[in-house]
């Protein structure tokens, strides 16, 4: 199982960015997909979490900013970031929640990580 992101950059202050993250196989069921980052020197933190069925979890500092969507047929999530601040600065890494194959258990996977810098 492989996750690749895509879609960020730098931007400044204000602006929007739109983060992309495809699971690839082998995925015999995918679960729970989310965002998290990490800024220099702080520790990885969540940014938006979304359950199979749709269901939605932000952290505090980006609710009424960003929002979490997914395509299940592709196997995809995707972050849009809108107004975003110099505090949202950091690598953002793409998680999931797979079972690979009928016999294995759910496993947790990360994405290398996307670099975004937001600049005053």
């Known amino acids: 199982v492989q996750l690749v992101e895509s879609g960020g950059g730098l931007v400044q202050a204000g602006g929007s960015l739109r983060l992309s993250c495809v699971v690839h196989?082998?995925?015999?069921?995918?679960?729970?997909m989310a965002w998290y980052r990490q800024a220099p020197e702080k520790e990885r933190e969540l940014v938006a979490r979304?359950?199979?069925?749709?269901?939605?979890d932000y952290g505090d500092s980006v609710k009424g900013r960003f929002t979490i969507s997914r395509d299940n047929a592709q196997n995809t999530v995707f972050l849009q970031m809108d107004d975003l601040k110099p505090d949202d600065t950091g690598v953002y890494f793409c998680?999931?929640?797979?079972?690979?194959?009928?016999?294995?258990?759910?496993?947790?996977?990360w994405g290398p990580g996307t670099q975004v810098s937001v600049s005053s």
């Open positions: 998680y999931a929640e797979v079972k690979p194959t009928w016999d294995r258990s759910f496993e947790k996977y």
């Open positions: 196989g082998p995925i015999f069921i995918l679960s729970d």
């Open positions: 979304m359950g199979r069925g749709g269901s939605t």
